[in-house]
Nanobody
Framework: QVQLVESGGGLVQAGGSLRLSCAAS????????MGWFRQAPGKEREFVAA????????NYAASVKGRFTISRDNAKETLYLQMNDLKPEDTAVYYC???????????????WGLGTQVTVSS
């Protein structure tokens, strides 16, 4: 009943921008908090940003604060991550997730997409 599908990844030069989207469906995620995580090769999956169902509460990892913006359009059942001033360190597979509250903890999220690749070149 729950499906999360990311899109919008690609190759971009340092300093550039990308906007990721996550199409969500299913009763469980319709009023859930959602978040973005990323995982680079050889590294653990890490928190990027999260947002409440209504969009009024957000949380960002220190490494992306001021550069990334998380938002959602509940009418379209879509989550977004606007990424500006991208750095090579941002290169990773980006995953969207759904959970019961705004959280930076992986285990708080029950549902995950399959990810989309973001590559930032020098």
């Amino acid at each position: 009943q729950v499906q999360l599908v990311e899109s919008g990844g690609g190759l971009v030069q340092a300093g550039g921008s990308l906007r990721l989207s996550c199409a969500a469906s299913g009763r469980t995620v319709s009023k859930a908090a959602m978040g973005w995580f990323r995982q680079a090769p050889g590294k653990e999956r890490e928190f990027v940003a999260a947002i409440s169902w209504g969009g009024s509460s957000t949380n960002y990892a220190a490494s992306v604060k001021g550069r990334f913006t998380i938002s959602r359009d509940n009418a379209k059942e879509t989550l977004y991550l606007q990424m500006n001033d991208l750095k090579p360190e941002d290169t990773a597979v980006y995953y969207c997730a759904a959970g019961p509250l705004v959280s930076s903890t992986i285990r708080d999220y029950a549902y995950w997409g399959l990810g989309t690749q973001v590559t930032v070149s020098s």
